[in-house]
């Protein structure tokens, strides 16, 4: 079956000539922009937070219309504004750069061995109850290689995984966190939370930027509360995927910058493909891309935190084929 564009583009876009870099001045709502991606997004500032160094920003075009990212105000180099846009004023500016200065700090947390063990006897307990829980309900059904070729998810698997978490009373933080990691993985602190929670369990070391919300383990979004999602998806997944009989998968990423590929960042969570036309539409990248890398590796299913086959969220807008994995720093692939 033949499929469409993995994603969307405007083939009459105007050209960076038009534009200047984003900084901090340009933060004034209304402005419009677009993200340095291939594709030039399109983008309005819908907000500026500074108790939190931080602005809103409404995606604008393509399968992403309409959403909204929170991200700190370092992100603003990643933009470009129409030459000519409204520009704050320079007491606004220098409030904005000492509210910046506040969070400029970066925080590392290592793993602990013995949290990691501990971790791990948690994942395999809950694994063995995710495993009860599958069988009594049959679910190992579904063709997977098909729904890789569509790069659609299965509506009857995605309510398995709603009805597990539910049991857990982790339905609303499920949904709310899977709809922002999809639509940005940068975007507000929520994600940022789950990979400091990841160090903890010792899953996966976390180096950042430090924490600028201080409700971010409040109430239903608890340390606790992430640390059980965390174990909970972690788990559902990998036995979803043995009963499917699959113990590994074979994955795709892509990459192209515009100048030397810069060395890999630390990350806690990492984002690939099941489809390999996925991941060359990343390494096609656009006409500023001087450097490109295609990946593939195989992969224990124990690693997958999330996927698009049990996923509601990643099948909204993208057809992405994406798979969600718990970081590996010594990983030179993913």
């Not at 933060?27 to 997004?41: F, I, K, P």
């Not at 709809?179 to 903890?200: D, F, Y």
């Not at 299913?301 to 509601?312: A, D, H, I, K, S």
Request: overall charge negative; proline content about 5%.
């Amino acid at each position: 079956m033949a499929l469409g564009p993995v994603y969307e583009s405007d083939p009459g876009a105007a050209p960076d000539s038009d534009f200047e870099p984003g900084e901090l001045g340009h933060l004034v709502a209304g402005n419009h922009g677009r993200l340095l991606d291939s594709r030039r997004t399109p983008v309005r500032v819908t907000a500026v937070i500074r108790e939190r160094a931080a602005f809103e920003i409404e995606i604008c075009a393509f399968e992403d219309s309409g959403a909204r990212w929170e991200l700190a105000l370092e992100e603003i180099g990643r933009f470009q504004f129409a030459r000519g846009s409204p520009m704050a004023d320079r007491a606004t500016v220098a409030r904005l750069e000492a509210a910046r200065g506040r969070f400029a700090h970066d925080v590392s947390l290592d793993i602990d061995p013995g949290a990691r063990e501990s971790t791990l006897d948690r994942i395999a307990a809950e694994r063995a109850a995710a495993h009860d829980w599958l069988t009594s309900r049959a679910a190992d059904g579904s063709d997977v290689s098909a729904l890789i070729d569509r790069r659609e998810g299965d509506p009857a698997t995605f309510s398995l995984l709603e009805a597990y978490m539910a049991e857990r009373d982790l339905a609303e933080l499920e949904a709310s966190f899977s709809s922002t990691l999809v639509s940005n993985p940068a975007s507000r602190e929520v994600v940022k939370g789950h990979a400091i929670v990841l160090a903890e369990l010792g899953l996966c070391p976390y180096s950042g930027r430090a924490v600028r919300d201080p409700e971010l383990f409040s109430g239903g979004w608890s340390k606790r509360r992430r640390a059980e999602h965390i174990t909970a998806r972690l788990a559902f997944v990998a036995e979803l995927f043995t009963a499917w009989g699959l113990d590994e998968v074979t994955l795709f990423r892509g990459a192209a910058v515009e100048g030397p590929l810069p060395p890999r960042a630390p990350t806690s969570f990492i984002s690939a493909s099941f489809s390999r036309a996925v991941a060359e539409e990343h390494f096609a990248g656009g006409p500023g891309t001087a450097t490109a890398v295609l990946w593939r590796q195989v992969v224990p299913v124990g690693r997958l935190f999330m996927t698009f086959l049990e996923t509601r969220a990643m099948n909204r807008g993208f057809k992405e084929a994406e798979a969600v994995l718990v970081g590996e720093p010594a990983n030179r692939a993913f």
